[in-house]
């Protein structure tokens, strides 16, 4: 028997349609508002200080569905690192550039994302729980190696990658550091284009540059 055009099934079907859009939607929404209250308590206390609890009620969610999104606080943690440098699409077109030109543009950027009023207070008070807490430290060395340098040195094909990855992240964050969260009077007041011809040549050896290989160790006996 032919259904009428009133007929509940089509109707159904269409709002089941719907439903897998509706909640790509909904989910959205939800990760970005979780995402938006971590970084908030993340700045204004500290790593260790911030609980899963006080970002779900900042979020108005169930403490469950903050892990259920991030699985665990220290990998929301590093979600919140993600938004303000993003750099992934500039390290992108990094690699096909000239890779004798990598230093120079990987620290100019770097250095851009702090420069901005907007992300350099919540990235300082962030940066700040690294120093007290051993998770926070690892959630950032984990973005910075593999979210930025780690892409780089790769493309590089260079030998002792995982020492060159090392390096770079740990200049950068010493500049950072010294910078924006000490305040050493020479790095807070230098500018900016004067760092970059500073720091440029020490990063481009260590992305692309010979490493001396580690002595050999002594054989056992």
Not at 25 to 37: K, M, P
Request: glycine fraction near 6%; charge should be positive.
């Amino acid at each position: 028997m032919n259904e009428s055009p009133s007929s509940p099934r089509p109707q159904s079907a269409a709002r089941r349609r719907g439903r897998p859009a509706g909640r790509r939607a909904g989910d959205t929404v939800t990760r970005d508002r979780i995402l938006d209250a971590a970084r908030l308590h993340f700045a204004q206390g500290t790593y260790a200080t911030t609980t899963v609890r006080a970002i779900a009620a900042e979020a108005d969610v169930n403490p469950a569905l903050v892990l259920h999104y991030f699985g665990s606080k220290r990998d929301l943690f590093a979600a919140t690192l993600r938004l303000p440098f993003d750099l992934r699409e500039q390290v992108a077109a990094l690699i096909r550039d000239d890779p004798d030109d990598l230093g120079e543009q990987l620290v100019r950027a770097f250095l851009r994302v702090w420069q901005d009023p907007i992300s350099r207070h919540p990235l300082a008070a962030m940066i700040g729980s690294v120093v007290s807490d051993q998770d926070a430290a690892d959630a950032l060395g984990q973005f910075f190696s593999v979210q930025m340098v780690g892409p780089l040195v790769a493309a590089s094909g260079r030998d002792q990658p995982h020492l060159r990855v090392s390096l770079v992240v740990s200049h950068l964050i010493g500049l950072v550091m010294g910078r924006y969260i000490l305040g050493v009077a020479p790095l807070a007041k230098a500018d900016l284009d004067h760092l970059v011809a500073c720091m440029a040549p020490v990063v481009q050896h260590y992305l692309t540059g010979p490493l001396p290989h580690p002595a050999h160790q002594p054989a056992r006996r």
